[in-house]
């Protein structure tokens, strides 16, 4: 008589977990600086740099509100360096031999456990300079309410939403998670061959 969950979960249906679990023979950590200068590199040379020299040119006349104004936006990329980071405190995904563990655009909570029937297509693909491990559910419904836990109950500004609907649209799928410090396709052969006939 066969058991319908295992030690993290259901085997059989999607279902959503606090966190990866650690003991999955395939993991994925990534070192939480690295993780933070990969993620925000990119706003570092669209947005804080082109900001901060708008800036120093409209205060020209006055170097201590250049410095006020240049320390502004400093502060502003290293809390958004922090913010990313903490993200990384966790591993990002995982699997095992009944399904995949994987944070949603590296969100912190909740981790989502697809069992391997329910996984039509693992790929990697670059978004933003950055490898995406992108998931593609049998289930289309399953890639809506990803959307849905993406946006739902956080405040996100306008861009921010433009952003990722933009990323969502780029990549085909709204399960993606940012595999920084991994080898793409070394990680993508491991999680094939835990999956039962692909």
Same mark, same amino acid.
């Not at 993780?35 to 925000?40: M, R, S």
């Not at 559910?137 to 309410?145: A, L, T």
């Given at each position: 008589?066969?058991?319908?969950?295992? /030690?993290?979960?259901t085997?059989?249906?999607?279902?959503?977990?606090?966190?990866?679990?650690?003991?999955?023979? %395939?993991?994925?950590?990534?070192? @939480?600086?690295a993780?933070?200068?990969?993620?925000?590199r990119?706003?570092?040379?669209?947005?804080?740099?082109?900001?901060?020299?708008?800036?120093?040119?409209?205060? =020209? @006349?006055?170097?201590?509100?250049? %410095? =006020?104004?240049?320390?502004?936006?400093?502060? +502003?990329?290293? %809390?958004? #360096?922090?913010d990313?980071a903490?993200?990384?405190?966790?591993?990002?995904? $995982?699997?095992?031999? +009944?399904?995949?563990?994987?944070? &949603?655009?590296?969100?912190?909570? &909740?981790?989502?456990?697809?069992?391997w029937?329910?996984v039509?297509?693992?790929?990697?693909?670059?978004?933003g $300079?950055?490898?995406?491990? #992108?998931?593609? &559910?049998?289930?289309?419904?399953?890639?809506?309410?990803?959307q849905? @836990?993406?946006?739902?109950? /956080?405040?996100?500004g306008?861009?921010? =939403? %433009?952003?990722?609907?933009?990323t969502?649209? /780029?990549l085909?799928?709204?399960?993606?998670?940012? =595999?920084?410090?991994?080898? &793409?396709?070394?990680?993508?052969?491991?999680?094939?061959?835990?999956r039962?006939?692909?």
């Open positions: 008589m066969s058991s319908s969950t295992d /030690r993290h979960g085997l059989h249906t999607p279902s959503l977990h606090v966190r990866v679990p650690d003991d999955l023979p %395939v993991l994925l950590r990534s070192n @939480r600086l993780y933070a200068l990969q993620l925000t990119r706003k570092l040379l669209t947005v804080h740099l082109p900001v901060a020299a708008v800036l120093s040119l409209i205060a =020209i @006349r006055s170097w201590r509100l250049t %410095v =006020i104004l240049l320390a502004a936006v400093a502060l +502003h990329y290293v %809390v958004t #360096c922090f990313e903490a993200k990384a405190r966790t591993p990002l995904l $995982g699997a095992d031999d +009944h399904g995949l563990f994987l944070r &949603p655009n590296g969100i912190a909570r &909740p981790a989502l456990h697809l069992p029937p329910h039509k297509e693992l790929a990697v693909q670059r978004s $300079g950055v490898w995406m491990l #992108c998931v593609t &559910p049998r289930d289309p419904g399953e890639d809506k309410r990803a849905e @836990r993406e946006t739902a109950g /956080r405040f996100y306008f861009w921010h =939403i %433009v952003g990722y609907q933009r969502v649209r /780029r085909g799928t709204s399960l993606f998670t940012p =595999i920084v410090g991994s080898d &793409p396709d070394r990680l993508l052969a491991e999680l094939n061959a835990l039962p006939n692909r």
